[in-house]
């Protein structure tokens, strides 16, 4: 009878670990599928956020291909900042399907006060820094360096950086040439040699010596790499319209900024013997022999900016694009990066 008892436990205790051992099998099993489901729901949303980042682009693109004022662009079209009849952006959180997607940028209207628009934002309300060498002329490139300087000074106002230094190594990495400016650099460390070739993409000043992040990611508001360089007088900044001429000695960049709030925007520029002005009719009279190039001033734009974020529970992708849009026909991607 003792033996029989004895049998009889073992056996119930093999049983248990039997037991405990599939109960450590199924929840190990369980733990991994729960993990694999995560990651593939993960995955899922990552997809459906990236597709949703790209619906918000292609929105953006159609409301400038649908911009029925083709003669002017202006900071308060649709493809800036489209208002709906709530006064709620349009493309704040734009519901789609399961998640969102939210098209927006940072404007500085002056260097102090920023705005956040629902748009696109305009790349020729920026200085185009690789148009300094467009023209050969010697004239020529130290004006357009002149006013690279202009606006360095202004935007790393009180910062150690040094202007002249700064504009000047710039040109000499992307001038075709071998000759120094006053205060460039032509020949590098560790055999790192000039590109000698315009930049492809911003970034691209890192390697060029006396440029750091913090630096660049304050002259992206005001700088590009793209477009013919023309600049839009009606989403120029302040700093960037001071840089170019317009100073207490022509007229104002402040006052062409405020007529935007009157609902004034250059329709036409025109030479004038008279002091430089801007009328209620939307003409821009710039004063014979002022110190700005109107060659290099437009009233509408073709580049933009666009920075896309798709969201689908709490799974975030971004798409930062910038692209040419003539007409539907001729839209031209320039720059593609996600993140």
Same mark, same amino acid.
């Given at each position: 009878?003792?033996?029989?008892? +004895?049998?009889?436990?073992?056996? /119930?205790? =093999?049983?248990?670990?039997?037991?405990?051992?599939?109960?450590?099998?199924?929840?190990?099993?369980?733990?991994?599928?729960?993990?694999?489901?995560? /990651?593939?729901?993960?995955? /899922?949303?990552?997809?459906?956020?990236?597709?949703?980042?790209?619906?918000?682009?292609?929105?953006?693109?159609?409301?400038?291909?649908?911009?029925?004022?083709?003669?002017?662009?202006?900071?308060?079209?649709?493809?800036?900042?489209? =208002?709906?009849?709530?006064?709620?952006?349009?493309?704040?959180?734009?519901? !789609?399907?399961? &998640?969102?997607?939210? *098209?927006?940028?940072?404007?500085?209207?002056?260097?102090?006060?920023?705005?956040?628009?629902?748009?696109?934002?305009?790349?020729?309300?920026?200085?185009?820094?690789?148009?300094?060498?467009?023209?050969?002329? +010697?004239?020529?490139?130290?004006? $357009?360096?002149?006013?690279?300087?202009?606006?360095?000074?202004?935007?790393?106002?009180?910062?150690?950086?040094?202007? @002249?230094?700064?504009? @000047?190594?710039?040109?000499?990495?992307?001038?075709?040439?071998?000759?120094?400016?006053?205060? &460039?650099?032509?020949?590098?460390?560790?055999?790192? +040699?000039?590109?000698?070739? %315009?930049?492809?993409? !911003?970034?691209?000043?890192?390697? =060029?010596? &006396?440029?750091? %992040?913090?630096?660049?990611?304050?002259?992206? $508001?005001?700088?590009?790499?793209?477009?013919?360089? !023309?600049?839009?007088?009606? +989403?120029?900044?302040?700093?960037?319209?001071?840089?170019?001429?317009?100073?207490?000695?022509?007229?104002?960049?402040?006052?062409?900024?405020?007529?935007?709030?009157?609902?004034?925007?250059? $329709?036409? =520029?025109?030479?004038?013997?008279?002091?430089?002005?801007?009328?209620?009719?939307?003409?821009?009279?710039?004063?014979?022999?002022?110190?700005?190039?109107?060659?290099? !001033?437009?009233?509408?734009?073709? *580049?933009?900016?666009?920075?896309?974020?798709?969201?689908?529970?709490?799974?975030?992708?971004?798409?930062?694009?910038?692209?040419?849009?003539?007409?539907?026909?001729?839209?031209?991607?320039?720059?593609?990066?996600?993140?």
């Amino acid at each position: 009878m003792v033996k029989k008892t +004895t049998q009889s436990g073992a056996v /119930l205790v =093999i049983i248990v670990w039997i037991l405990a051992i599939l109960v450590l099998l199924a929840i190990s099993v369980g733990r991994r599928t729960s993990i694999e489901l995560r /990651l593939v729901r993960y995955h /899922l949303d990552r997809i459906q956020a990236f597709y949703l980042a790209k619906a918000g682009l292609e929105r953006i693109y159609r409301e400038k291909l649908n911009d029925k004022d083709t003669a002017i662009d202006t900071l308060d079209e649709p493809w800036s900042n489209k =208002i709906k009849s709530n006064k709620e952006p349009e493309f704040k959180d734009f519901a !789609l399907g399961n &998640g969102k997607f939210a *098209v927006q940028y940072d404007y500085y209207e002056t260097k102090d006060k920023k705005q956040t628009f629902y748009g696109m934002q305009d790349e020729q309300s920026k200085l185009n820094i690789n148009k300094i060498i467009e023209n050969s002329e +010697t004239q020529v490139i130290n004006k $357009r360096a002149g006013e690279f300087k202009k606006l360095l000074d202004s935007v790393l106002e009180g910062s150690a950086a040094d202007s @002249d230094s700064l504009v @000047d190594t710039f040109i000499d990495w992307i001038d075709n040439d071998q000759d120094k400016r006053p205060q &460039g650099k032509e020949a590098y460390e560790k055999s790192v +040699t000039p590109k000698n070739a %315009p930049l492809n993409r !911003l970034e691209e000043l890192l390697m =060029i010596d &006396g440029y750091t %992040p913090a630096m660049i990611e304050q002259l992206e $508001r005001y700088i590009t790499i793209y477009g013919d360089g !023309l600049i839009n007088v009606n +989403t120029a900044s302040q700093e960037v319209l001071e840089a170019v001429g317009f100073n207490e000695n022509t007229l104002k960049a402040e006052d062409i900024i405020s007529s935007r709030g009157d609902g004034v925007y250059v $329709r036409e =520029i025109k030479s004038s013997d008279t002091p430089s002005a801007l009328g209620t009719d939307g003409i821009l009279y710039i004063k014979s022999g002022a110190d700005i190039d109107t060659s290099r !001033l437009s009233v509408k734009s073709s *580049v933009f900016k666009a920075r896309s974020i798709g969201t689908v529970n709490n799974v975030i992708k971004k798409i930062t694009t910038v692209i040419k849009i003539d007409s539907e026909a001729l839209a031209q991607q320039l720059y593609w990066y996600e993140d």
